[in-house]
């Protein structure tokens, strides 16, 4: 699947958590994977604290029918800040964050 425009990108992501689909540290990887994709192509990522996380878990839910509402919540929470070291750790926390049971 390309990965060069912002909508292949997502779409290779949601693909990807199809395939892939445990909940314990899969998400953390490709959460990763995509902000690697993203910076690689679009000299942007994602500045995961302005995704909330029951919108996010609810977006990935349905992302393989309609990945519409992912897509925006990803692309309203992109940054320049690609080589923020700070950024990078931040949406480490948030994807342990999205995993947590409540």
Known sequence: MPETTFDGIVDKYVEMNVAH???EGNGRSTRIWLDLMLKRSLKR????????KNDYLNAMQISPS??????ALIKNALTTKIDDRE?????IDYSYYYEENE
Not at 45 to 52: E, L, Q, T
Not at 66 to 71: G, L, N, Y
Not at 87 to 91: C, S, W
Request: aromatic share 14%; hydrophobic share 45%; glycine share 4%.
């Open 21 to 23: 689909p445990f909940m």
């Open 66 to 71: 309609d990945s519409a509402k992912i897509k």
């Open 45 to 52: 990522c994602v500045d995961w604290s302005k995704i909330n």
């Open 87 to 91: 950024m990078f750790m931040k949406g």
